[in-house]
């Protein structure tokens, strides 16, 4: 059986683990997977996640590929930021410090987002490390303003109603509590596509429920007045652009529109019929599209550390 269809299983084990310490002094887990002296990349997650969310890329890349993987301030084993630390330009911060501490000056790396992961991305697209590093980028399943405006989450109208009810769903306060048949039904409906497999869903559940309520508020938050189209105009390397069809909370409209708005994008791939969770519902394609990325644009003979 490959690798990719054992994503169940439990999360690869890294060949070596690391903190980096971000601008605020935040420290970051990152994780390294995959030969030293391979080509590298760089996989960020999204809202609620962790680094168990790139299990399969990980698995499968790190056969031929340096593999990093770090979780975000507030999420997995990276410890919650400090009052005030709730920011994109946080994000952006702490992308710059986990390149910083894997990669050596002028090495170029494929950086891969998902969700708030591809919003970091695009937070960082100005910085000085981000653009010394960057070979490519691959943004899936995000966007980068309107979140709450365009979200199919609630089969209403769009207008004011809502955008105030999507507001108060995605930022409740209750805890999630365990995970339950009726959560997992909850989940996939908001965030994957009508056809997940119970068990791919529940993967993405034991993730998202492990999620800390005061990260996962506090994020959504910052998620819900997102306005990042400025990072978009100066992301100036190649970039690819993934979005599930069925996606509620990051609609193809995102996708489409930052493929028709960033300076050197590459391509567009919808995938028919799949929902958010793109890299756990997708994985062979999305980890397909990161290996083409790799191939095309990192020369293994400069990857070494």
Known sequence: MSRLLKRTDAPPVARRELTAVSADGSRIHVEE?????????????????STHFWAAQTRDLAADHRVIVYDQRGHGRSPA????GWTTD?????????LGAVLAPGVKAVLAGHSMGGMTMLAASGRVRFQEHAAAVLLCSTGSARLVDESLLLPLRPGRLRTRLTHLVLGARAPLGPVTALSRRILKYGTMGPGSSPKTVAECARIVHACPRA?????AQ???GLDLDAGVRGLNVPAL???GTADRLTPMVHARRLAATLPACVGLVELAGMGHMTPVEAPEAV???IRELAG???NAKEEAV
């Open 33 to 49: 997977h995959g030969p030293e002296d391979a080509p590298t990349v760089v996989l960020s997650h999204g809202w609620t996640c």
């Open 81 to 84: 930021a400090a009052p005030g």
């Open 90 to 98: 946080a994000l952006a911060d702490d992308l710059e410090a986990v």
């Open 215 to 219: 990260s996962r508020v506090a994020w």
């Open 222 to 224: 910052v998620l819900g």
């Open 241 to 243: 652009v993934i979005g």
């Open 287 to 289: 980890t397909a599209k």
């Open 296 to 298: 095309t644009y990192l």
